[in-house]
Every structure is written in structure tokens, then in C-alpha cells.
Nanobody, 123 residues
Framework: QEDLSESGGGLVQTGDSLRLSCTAT?????????MAWFRQVPGQEHTFVAA????????TYADSVKGRFTMSGDNAKNTVYLQMNSLKPEDTALYYC???????????????WGRGTQVTVSS
């Protein structure tokens, strides 16, 4: 059962922008409270990027992306977005969308995950 479907990754240059999308495709994710983006580079743990509630009442970002990334949602489409501007080589990672019934920055709080979409930023 696929719970979340990400898209929008790609290969870009430093300073470029990308918009990632994540659509909730199962009942347990469309009824969730919060959505988040994490990223992972080979050999490392998942790192928190951003989280928001479906109502938009709460949103938070990792310090490393504040002012550059914006997370938003479209309830009618069961989709959240991650607008990434001023991309840097250190943003290169596999980006995962995750869903939870709590608002959190912690990996362990998110039981439902997508398969990820690769973002590569060249210098």
C-alpha cells in the first residue's frame, strides 16, 4: 500500500530553485495531522527539513533551510509542497515526505513515509 507519493526532484545548479510535491494517497495519510520533509545522504541518518499541519496552523523549518525553503499544503489535493530556493550543493540528498498524527521534527514520530525523490545541486 502506497501512502505517500513524492515528485519534483532533479539535477540543478547552485542558486536554482525546485519545488517538491507529496501527495497523500491512503486513508491513513489523508487523515493525518502533520506532514514533514526529511532528507538523507548516503551513510547518514534522516535529517529534518520542514513540517506543517494540514490546517497550516503550525510550520517549522530546520535552521539550515530557513529563509530559503517554504512548505505549504493544498488540502483539496491532499498534497504538500516544498519550495526550495537558492539551492546549495549541501542540499543534495534524497528527500522524503512523511505523515503523522502529531506535529514533530523527529523521525520516530512519523510512521508513514514516501519512497523519496532525489535532489542534486551541482556547484
Amino acid at each position: 500500500q502506497e501512502d505517500l507519493s513524492e515528485s519534483g526532484g532533479g539535477l540543478v545548479q547552485t542558486g536554482d530553485s525546485l519545488r517538491l510535491s507529496c501527495t497523500a494517497t491512503s486513508e491513513r495519510t489523508t487523515s493525518s495531522y502533520a506532514m514533514a520533509w526529511f532528507r538523507q545522504v548516503p551513510g547518514q541518518e534522516h535529517t529534518f527539513v520542514a513540517a506543517t499541519t494540514w490546517t497550516g496552523s503550525r510550520t517549522t523549518y530546520a535552521d539550515s533551510v530557513k529563509g530559503r525553503f517554504t512548505m505549504s499544503g493544498d488540502n483539496a489535493k491532499n498534497t504538500v509542497y516544498l519550495q526550495m530556493n537558492s539551492l546549495k550543493p549541501e542540499d543534495t540528498a534524497l528527500y522524503y515526505c512523511a505523515s503523522s498524527h502529531v506535529f514533530s521534527e523527529f523521525v520516530a514520530s512519523y510512521p508513514y513515509w514516501g519512497r523519496g525523490t532525489q535532489v542534486t545541486v551541482s556547484s
